[in-house]
């Protein structure tokens, strides 16, 4: 099967659309990262949900649109090994980075690089397990392959073994998301979001399930755990059973949310919204280091002793919105784009 993975009717074939869909899954990942310390707890139900809804979908259109893009694979494809290096590589230089940060903080006692059940930089890691298992799944009948992996997917929270622990629980579960992205084009994605109807249908979709969740506590309760794909079915206590069926419906939530976005987001440049929608990895690079020293200094009970608690939630959104712009600036490009180049071709030059 061949993949036609680019446009050519904009400039440099570059598709703006999933730039700015980019830009608003990361702005939003930021948002749900400085939020998640408030929704600990009782909490309050008004963080809680949004933290459920950003989550519902904010990771897999990351997964989706990185399978989406990875260039086809076939039986005579060399393992893509430089571009599963270059993800590796960034999350151990993540990890160092992070790590340094904690001792001088004070948050931590040890330097440390092998983190098992990091629960942070565990994206880098699933990338480079993603595009690894694409690459030993390339030959088979995709139908078939889809049909197994989702699966595994809906099983894997009854599995013992599977959890935070390199995060494998995250790759089995997401892991569909990457390959129904892969298995997709670029070209068919754009076309079904230019159906005007199905727009309607994205403003519906999305606020119904914001409503509902707003409403319905023991919802975003249930799907909270689901949403973040790092825990065992027993999560869901007496529903353990069910859990197969509770996973299949996270993923439809994800899709329907996901695809949602993508027909809203306008399929043209946007400004410095587009720029920042190609320099998603260096903000996620940085982003959490700097969230770590506002919750050191406890900024948020800070604006919240002389706010309020809802005005300070919307304060904090708004800092944390600054700081996913603060991140995308060039001097944060290093080291991930450094790191990245490495699994990229190099160009040889024309005599």
């Known amino acids: 099967m061949t993949k036609a993975k680019k446009l050519p009717d904009q400039p440099q074939n570059r598709i703006y659309l999933f730039d700015n869909v980019k830009w608003f899954a990361i702005v939003l990942m930021v948002i749900g990262h400085a939020i998640g310390i ?3 707890g009782s909490g309050n139900h008004l963080e809680k949900s949004l933290f459920v809804i950003i989550y519902s979908f904010h990771m897999p259109l990351f997964i989706f649109i990185s399978g989406l893009f990875l260039k086809p694979m076939d039986q005579d494809t060399k393992c893509p090994k430089n571009k599963i290096g270059a993800f ?21 006692d040890l330097f440390s690089v092998l983190d098992m059940y990091d629960g942070y930089t565990w994206f880098m890691g699933a990338m480079a ?3 690894l298992l694409t690459w030993l799944l390339r030959s088979f009948n995709q139908t078939v392959v889809f049909s197994v ?5 809906c ?13 494998l629980m ?22 079904l979001a230019s159906v005007k109807w199905l727009k309607i ?29 790092r825990n065992r079915f027993t999560v869901l206590k007496n ?57 050191q200094f406890k900024l948020y009970d800070k604006i919240q002793s002389v706010t309020g608690g809802t005005v300070a939630t919307i304060i904090y959104i708004l800092l944390a919105v600054g700081v996913a712009f603060l991140c995308s600036v060039p001097i944060f490009s290093f080291p991930s784009k450094q790191l990245l180049a490495i699994g990229k071709p190099k160009q040889t030059s024309a005599k």
């Open 155 to 167: 099983m894997a929270g009854y599995d013992e073994f599977l959890g935070d622990k390199f995060a």
């Open 88 to 108: 590796l590589a960034i999350g151990i230089v993540l990890r160092a980075f992070t790590s340094i940060l904690r001792l001088i903080l004070g948050k931590s």
């Open 201 to 229: 249908v994205a403003v519906v979709i999305i606020v119904g399930f914001a409503v509902l969740c707003l409403l319905n506590k023991d919802i975003v309760s249930t799907l909270r755990p689901l949403f973040t794909g």
């Open 170 to 191: 995250r790759i089995v579960v997401f892991f569909p998301v990457f390959l129904i992205g892969y298995y997709l084009t670029p070209d068919r994605i754009v076309k």
């Open 239 to 295: 529903a353990y059973p069910f859990g197969a069926f509770y996973r299949m419906a996270a993923y439809a939530i994800s899709a329907l949310m996901g695809l949602s976005v993508i027909c809203l987001m306008p399929n043209r440049r946007l400004g410095y919204i587009t720029t920042m929608g190609g320099k998603t990895l260096q903000i996620y690079f940085w982003h959490r280091m700097i969230l770590i020293v506002m919750e």
């Open 38 to 40: 408030l929704t600990e």
């Open 129 to 131: 397990a993603f595009i």
């Open 149 to 153: 992996v989702l699966l595994v997917g």
